[in-house]
């Protein structure tokens, strides 16, 4: 069994920054693959914010060039600069056994989300 654990997030202004981490704990396995993950207010679907895998890293179109996704060992981290109210939501660390993360919307492992509020 694998534990994510997330922490960061909060409130935060317009064009200010947040750093979320994300903790891999338990039989973690080599390779797997781990994302960022957002749901927005009043939304169902988790929308892929950032992924960092064998193939590299991707970011969500609305999100490039502000937020930067990086991982050492075990701890996913995502710098979040810029921030605009439309950054808003629940961000999801998650992880999946796998090389390749991009484009999943299933995962074997979920953090508990952490809440992210930017207000103008």
């Known amino acids: 069994q694998v534990t994510l654990v997330q922490s960061g997030g909060g409130s935060e202004q317009s064009g200010g920054s947040l750093t979320l981490t994300c903790a891999a704990s338990?039989?973690?396995?080599?390779?797997?693959?781990m994302s960022w993950l957002r749901q927005g207010p009043g939304k169902d679907q988790r929308d892929e914010v950032a992924?960092?895998?064998?193939?590299g890293t991707f970011y969500r179109a609305s999100v490039k060039g502000r937020f930067t996704i990086s991982r050492v060992n075990n701890i996913l981290s995502l710098q979040m600069n810029g921030l605009k109210p439309e950054d808003t939501g629940k961000y999801y660390c998650?992880?999946?056994?796998?090389?390749?993360?991009?484009?999943?919307?299933?995962?074997?492992?979920w953090g508990p989300g952490v809440q992210v509020t930017v207000s103008s």
């Open positions: 998650a992880a999946h056994v796998s090389k390749f993360c991009h484009g999943r919307t299933w995962y074997n492992y």
């Open positions: 992924v960092i895998d064998d193939a």
């Open positions: 338990g039989h973690t396995w080599n390779p797997y693959c």
